[in-house]
Nanobody, 127 residues
Framework: QGQLVASGGGSAQTGGSLRLSCAAS????????MGWFRQATGKEREGVAF???????TYADSVKGQFAISRDNTNNTMHLQMNNLTPEDTAVYYC?????????????????????WGQGTQVTVST
């Protein structure tokens, strides 16, 4: 079974930056759509940023220009650089993946078959 391991969460002040990482086992990296979701307390899960197997990216409107997703194919790792953080970015962040062979677009639409999930990493932004 493949796995995703998220890391890099923590605390930041408003205007600060954090970088999240998601390490993937080799069998779920190469041709996989990968992305980040977040869930704040009392809110529904939200798709944040996505990157497909040829590094095309998709962002939620709420983070465009603020977050940047990338993938390091040498180390089977995906990153999310989060800049200019605000308290509204406080949430548990989850990385997720599904095979591009499914034919679905690499985005957060509800029918996308994200079948691999990381354990979640907490991001807390204070004023």
């Amino acid at each position: 079974q493949g796995q995703l391991v998220a890391s890099g969460g923590g605390s930041a002040q408003t205007g600060g930056s954090l970088r999240l990482s998601c390490a993937a086992s080799e069998n779920i990296y190469g041709d996989y759509c990968m992305g980040w979701f977040r869930q704040a307390t009392g809110k529904e899960r939200e798709g944040v940023a996505f990157i497909d197997n040829v590094s095309r990216t998709t962002y939620a409107d709420s983070v465009k220009g603020q977050f940047a997703i990338s993938r390091d194919n040498t180390n089977n790792t995906m990153h999310l650089q989060m800049n200019n953080l605000t308290p509204e970015d406080t949430a548990v962040y989850y990385c997720a993946a599904f095979s591009s062979a499914s034919g679905y677009g690499c985005d957060p639409k509800p029918d996308r078959p994200y079948n691999y999930w990381g354990q979640g990493t907490q991001v807390t932004v204070s004023t």
